[in-house]
T-cell receptor
Framework: NAGVTQTPKFRILKIGQSMTLQCTQDMNHNYMYWYRQDPGMGLKLIYYSVGAGITDKGEVPNGYNVSRSTTEDFPLRLELAAPSQTSVYFC?????????????????FGAGSRLTVL | AQKITQTQPGMFVQEKEAVTLDCTYDTSDPSYGLFWYKQPSSGEMIFLIYQGSYDQQNATEGRYSLNFQKARKSANLVISASQLGDSAMYFCAIQEAGNQFYFGTGTSLTVIP
């Protein structure tokens, strides 16, 4: 029962380098999300996807790109790393929307990826 | 405007006492969900409790209850009989139309022996 798996757990990048954070879920969830958490702060939504082939920007999308070719995978790409992208990144997924009524579309999170840009 | 506001950066509670963590929200969507997550020092995000906007009764999950005051747009988390393991960051979140989830800045809870 893996849930949401993120790799790598830790990474140090130099300014201007590129990298991809991998995210895979095995719960057949349609919805997937990428968040970043800066020290002592809450989570900010970077990008999200409502299904394969569909992605949309969240609150802080600049400097990032995503793709969703399959239901299971939702990689996050950093093209030109900057010190401002030093953060902990969380991938999450949820099932179909049931807002409001009894029953929750609980966000299931990965363990997080700590990225440092020097 | 912030969708979720948590005004208590840090809280202290004596072991075995109850504590309330505040959360107010801002939405014009009549259909929404409210969540609380716990983040211990190890960093993972743990789901605690959920309240739907149409739910008539306050949600409860073991020692956790959600004091939902819809007119005030308030969704406070109440932890009863605090334990040392409850020391963590606590985040309130709202799920709106489009299935986006927005989080507050969190409250750091410390349980004192």
């Amino acid at each position: 029962n893996a849930g949401v798996t993120q790799t790598p757990k830790f990474r140090i990048l130099k300014i201007g380098q590129s990298m991809t954070l991998q995210c895979t879920q095995d719960m057949n969830h349609n919805y997937m999300y990428w968040y970043r958490q800066d020290p002592g702060m809450g989570l900010k939504l970077i990008y999200y996807s409502v299904g394969a082939g569909i992605t949309d920007k969240g609150e802080v999308p600049n400097g990032y790109n995503v793709s969703r070719s399959t239901t299971e995978d939702f990689p996050l790409r950093l093209e030109l790393a900057a010190p401002s992208q030093t953060s902990v990144y969380f991938c999450a997924s949820s099932s179909a929307v049931r807002r409001g009524a009894t029953g929750a579309n609980v966000l299931t999170f990965g363990a997080g990826s700590r990225l440092t840009v020097l | 405007a912030q969708k979720i506001t948590q005004t208590q950066p840090g809280m202290f509670v004596q072991e075995k006492e109850a504590v309330t963590l505040d959360c107010t929200y801002d939405t014009s969507d009549p259909s929404y969900g409210l969540f609380w997550y716990k983040q211990p020092s190890s960093g993972e995000m743990i789901f605690l409790i959920y309240q739907g906007s149409y739910d008539q009764q306050n949600a409860t999950e073991g020692r956790y209850s959600l004091n939902f005051q819809k007119a005030r747009k308030s969704a406070n988390l109440v932890i009863s009989a605090s334990q040392l393991g409850d020391s963590a960051m606590y985040f309130c979140a709202i799920q709106e139309a489009g299935n986006q989830f927005y989080f507050g800045t969190g409250t750091s809870l410390t349980v004192i022996p």
